[in-house]
């Protein structure tokens, strides 16, 4: 194991917190380090922070804030997976997540997905629990995704004839975006994007971007299913 992560046993296990909450980094810290068998090596404010500080020092696990993480597509996770493999990333995520959100952060390389007010000890154990490699989703979380997938039982067989680039901007119009933030993600012209939506919708035979983004759930659905998870338990 390198010297950046654990230099032996009785240290603990490494962790760093990415998050814009001053007051959510120190409260988290705190239930940590009382637990004795973790140690926060370091906090970072932002994507730039935190990609300094992985450079000083690699933790075993990243808990790291959803808003921070979703930016351009969730680029900055396969960043991590890509420079970082060995580092387990935790999202910390706010109840108005859009299911097609959670599953590109697990298609991207996030190990794990927790609510924003989880109590210290549920942390702790799903903390543990990708520690061993186990992926964790909070129940609430792993509802709102099987919802997702629910809500509209659809053929695969249209999403066969979408090209790569179709199926990347079916992804993002699924999470709400305009065709100018489209453009501008993925560094196209407004009227590229205009005639691959126009294209969209034309081969899943849907007439709006509404009935559109449903079939965004089955191109992410793969990412989830099959997938070994450790779950929070009952309901609180």
């Not at 020092?57 to 790291?64: C, F, G, H, R």
């Not at 935790?90 to 997905?113: D, F, K, N, T, Y």
């Not at 210290?120 to 792993?142: K, N």
Request: overall charge positive.
């Amino acid at each position: 194991m390198s010297k950046k992560n654990r230099t032996n046993e009785t240290e603990g296990i490494s962790v760093v917190i990415c998050d814009k909450q001053p007051l959510f980094r120190l409260g988290l810290k705190l239930a940590l380090e009382q637990q004795g068998n973790f140690r926060v090596i370091g906090e970072a404010n932002d994507a730039d922070e935190l990609m300094a500080l992985l450079v000083r020092s690699v933790p075993e696990i990243l808990v790291l804030d959803m808003f921070i993480a979703r930016a351009e597509n969730f680029s900055l996770l396969r960043q991590l997976r890509a420079k970082y493999p060995t580092v387990k990333v935790m999202l910390i995520v706010p109840r108005s997540v859009h299911p097609i959100e959670l599953l590109s952060a697990i298609q991207s390389g996030a190990m794990g997905c927790l609510l924003r007010d989880s109590p210290p000890d549920l942390v702790i154990r799903a903390l543990r629990s990708v520690m061993t490699g186990m992926p964790w989703i909070q129940r609430e979380l792993t509802e709102h995704i099987l919802q997702g997938f629910n809500t509209f039982p659809i053929s695969e067989e249209p999403i066969r004839a979408l090209t790569e680039r179709e199926r990347q901007i079916l992804i993002l119009l699924a999470k709400g975006l305009s065709n100018k933030e489209i453009a501008k993600q993925m560094g196209l012209s407004l009227q590229t994007v205009k005639t691959h939506v126009s294209h969209i919708l034309q081969k899943l035979r849907v007439r709006s971007r509404a009935e559109a983004a449903r079939y965004a759930f089955i191109l992410l659905k793969s990412s989830f299913d099959g997938q070994k998870l450790a779950l929070s338990g009952k309901r609180r």
